[in-house]
C-alpha cells in the first residue's frame, strides 16, 4: 500500500487518499481548485493541486474540524470550516492528541514510520466561516454549503446541483459512522434526533443519480458502495436505522474506543455509534 494514492474520479475530481485512512477530494474548475479537507498532513497538498490543475487560485474546505481532515490546513494561509467547528480549527495538536492519532491512523500501517517523520499536523493562518445556503463558484462547478451537524456540531456538505454531485465528510459511511463524541480533543457529535434531521435536510439534495463522496471508504463494500462513491440510497438506510433507534425499536451493542463510549448499530450498510444519554 502506498502513503498516497490519487484516483481520477470523472473528469476534473481526484480522490487523494492517504494510507487508506482517509480521502480528501480535489475538484478542478476553471477559475478555482478546490481541496476539501486536508487529511492526516503527510501529503504535499500544494504539489498535488498544481500537478493537477495548474497554477491558480486554490480554496480549501474542512467538512469539519478533525484531526484525520485538518492536519494538513498549515499548508494554506486560509481554510474555510463550518461556522461552528470554527472553534476547533484553532487548537494546537497536543501530545495526547498526536498520541491517540498515530495509534488510530499511523500505526497501524506498514509504511507508519515514514508516514510518521512526515506527519506535522498544524493550523491554518487564517481559519474563515461557512454557513448554510453559502455559494462557492469555482468557474464551471457550483457549490451550496449545507450545514449538516451530525458527527460533528459544525459538519458542512458541499453540493454540487447541477452534477448532483454531494461531499459529507464522515456523517455517512459504508461502517459505523461516530455520532457520540463529546467535549473533548474533537468537535462533538449532536444529539441523535439532530444528527437524523441533517439527514433529512440532505434527502432534498438527493435523487437516484446523486453520487456521494465520502471521507472514508473500503476497498470492498456492499450494496454497489466504492471506496470513494456511494449510492444515494445510504440517506434512506441510515435515516431509517436512526429513527429505528431514536423510537426505541432498535439498541446499539456496546462500542468502546480513545475518546468515548457508546452503543453501536450496525445497518444494511453502514451503522451508528451513539450515546445513549443525548438521544434528544
Given at each position: 500500500?502506498?502513503?498516497?494514492?490519487?484516483?481520477?474520479?470523472?473528469?476534473?475530481?481526484?480522490?487523494?487518499?492517504?494510507?487508506?485512512?482517509?480521502?480528501?477530494?480535489?475538484?478542478?474548475?476553471?477559475?478555482?481548485?478546490?481541496?476539501?479537507?486536508?487529511?492526516?498532513?503527510i501529503t504535499d497538498?500544494?504539489?498535488?493541486?498544481?500537478?493537477?490543475?495548474?497554477?491558480?487560485?486554490?480554496?480549501?474546505?474542512?467538512?469539519?474540524?478533525?484531526?484525520?481532515?485538518?492536519?494538513?490546513?498549515?499548508?494554506?494561509?486560509?481554510?474555510?470550516?463550518?461556522?461552528?467547528?470554527?472553534?476547533?480549527?484553532?487548537?494546537?495538536?497536543?501530545?495526547?492528541?498526536?498520541?491517540?492519532?498515530?495509534?488510530?491512523?499511523?500505526?497501524?500501517?506498514?509504511?507508519?514510520?515514514?508516514?510518521?517523520?512526515?506527519?506535522?499536523?498544524?493550523?491554518?493562518?487564517?481559519?474563515?466561516?461557512?454557513?448554510?445556503?453559502?455559494?462557492?463558484?469555482?468557474?464551471?462547478?457550483?457549490?451550496?454549503?449545507?450545514?449538516?451537524?451530525?458527527?460533528?456540531?459544525?459538519?458542512?456538505?458541499?453540493?454540487?446541483?447541477?452534477?448532483?454531485?454531494?461531499?459529507?465528510?464522515?456523517?455517512?459511511?459504508?461502517?459505523?459512522?461516530?455520532?457520540?463524541?463529546?467535549?473533548?480533543?474533537?468537535?462533538?457529535s449532536v444529539t441523535?434526533?439532530?444528527?437524523?434531521?441533517?439527514?433529512?435536510?440532505?434527502?432534498?439534495?438527493?435523487?437516484?443519480?446523486?453520487?456521494?463522496?465520502?471521507?472514508?471508504?473500503?476497498?470492498?463494500?456492499?450494496?454497489?458502495?466504492?471506496?470513494?462513491?456511494?449510492?444515494?440510497?445510504?440517506?434512506?438506510?441510515?435515516?431509517?436505522?436512526?429513527?429505528?433507534?431514536?423510537?426505541?425499536?432498535?439498541?446499539?451493542?456496546?462500542?468502546?474506543?480513545?475518546?468515548?463510549?457508546?452503543?453501536?448499530?450496525?445497518?444494511?450498510?453502514?451503522?451508528?455509534?451513539?450515546?445513549?444519554?443525548?438521544?434528544?
Open positions: 500500500m502506498e502513503e498516497i494514492e490519487i484516483t481520477e474520479l470523472c473528469p476534473d475530481i481526484w480522490a487523494i487518499n492517504e494510507m487508506d485512512k482517509v480521502t480528501m477530494y480535489l475538484i478542478n474548475g476553471t477559475k478555482t481548485a478546490l481541496l476539501i479537507d486536508t487529511g492526516l498532513g497538498l500544494k504539489k498535488v493541486i498544481t500537478d493537477k490543475c495548474g497554477e491558480k487560485r486554490v480554496m480549501v474546505i474542512n467538512t469539519h474540524a478533525h484531526l484525520d481532515h485538518n492536519s494538513g490546513n498549515n499548508q494554506f494561509d486560509t481554510v474555510y470550516v463550518g461556522r461552528f467547528d470554527e472553534p476547533y480549527s484553532h487548537i494546537p495538536v497536543g501530545e495526547q492528541e498526536r498520541r491517540v492519532m498515530q495509534e488510530y491512523y499511523i500505526d497501524q500501517i506498514p509504511v507508519c514510520e515514514t508516514a510518521r517523520q512526515k506527519w506535522a499536523p498544524g493550523i491554518a493562518g487564517k481559519v474563515k466561516t461557512l454557513k448554510d445556503g453559502d455559494i462557492i463558484d469555482i468557474g464551471k462547478y457550483v457549490f451550496k454549503v449545507l450545514e449538516i451537524p451530525s458527527h460533528s456540531i459544525g459538519s458542512i456538505a458541499l453540493i454540487e446541483e447541477h452534477f448532483q454531485w454531494v461531499f459529507t465528510g464522515d456523517v455517512l459511511l459504508t461502517w459505523e459512522a461516530w455520532g457520540h463524541l463529546g467535549p473533548g480533543m474533537l468537535s462533538p441523535l434526533k439532530e444528527y437524523r434531521e441533517s439527514l433529512r435536510k440532505l434527502t432534498h439534495y438527493i435523487n437516484e443519480e446523486t453520487k456521494i463522496f465520502p471521507s472514508h471508504g473500503k476497498r470492498d463494500n456492499p450494496h454497489s458502495c466504492t471506496q470513494y462513491i456511494l449510492p444515494s440510497e445510504i440517506v434512506y438506510i441510515y435515516l431509517e436505522g436512526i429513527t429505528k433507534i431514536i423510537d426505541g425499536k432498535w439498541t446499539g451493542d456496546f462500542y468502546s474506543c480513545e475518546f468515548h463510549d457508546g452503543l453501536v448499530k450496525k445497518f444494511d450498510v453502514g451503522g451508528i455509534v451513539y450515546d445513549k444519554s443525548r438521544i434528544g
